[in-house]
């Protein structure tokens, strides 16, 4: 699967940003999808997951309450709906896929390209 993240931008701290992922293929409910990001200086870090069809999520604590990971096996794409945005949540964003059978997955196999996200304070 190849996969293609839109949607970052420039956004003031307590606002909203909604990101994108797209897979390519007819197998994408087959997925298990995932977002991570990462700041300037760190290493990457998971943020969330959601299983095959949706029925199960997955977040870090650093995110709970705050961000939504969703799906749309239909159209091939899984979002991040990122509200009350902090400027410790400015990072590259990175979607991942995997075909690993339990939730969640201990490891991701495909990768998107990243997509910027800047909060301001």
């Known amino acids: 699967v190849q996969l293609q993240a839109s949607g970052g931008g420039l956004a003031q701290a307590g606002g909203s940003l909604r990101l994108s992922c797209a897979g390519t293929?007819?197998?994408?409910?087959?997925?298990?999808m995932g977002w991570f990001r990462q700041a300037p200086g760190k290493e990457r870090e998971f943020v969330a997951a959601?299983?095959?069809?949706?029925?199960?999520?997955n977040y870090a604590d650093s995110v709970k309450g705050r961000f939504t990971i969703s799906r749309d096996n239909a159209k091939n794409t899984v979002y991040l709906q990122m509200n009350s945005l902090k400027p410790e949540d400015t990072a590259v964003y990175y979607c991942?896929?995997?075909?690993?059978?339990?939730?969640?997955?201990?490891?991701?196999?495909?990768w998107g390209q990243g997509t910027l996200v800047t909060v301001s304070s």
């Open positions: 991942a896929a995997t075909r690993r059978l339990e939730f969640p997955p201990t490891g991701y196999d495909y």
């Open positions: 293929g007819r197998t994408f409910s087959s997925y298990i």
């Open positions: 959601i299983s095959w069809t949706g029925g199960s999520t």
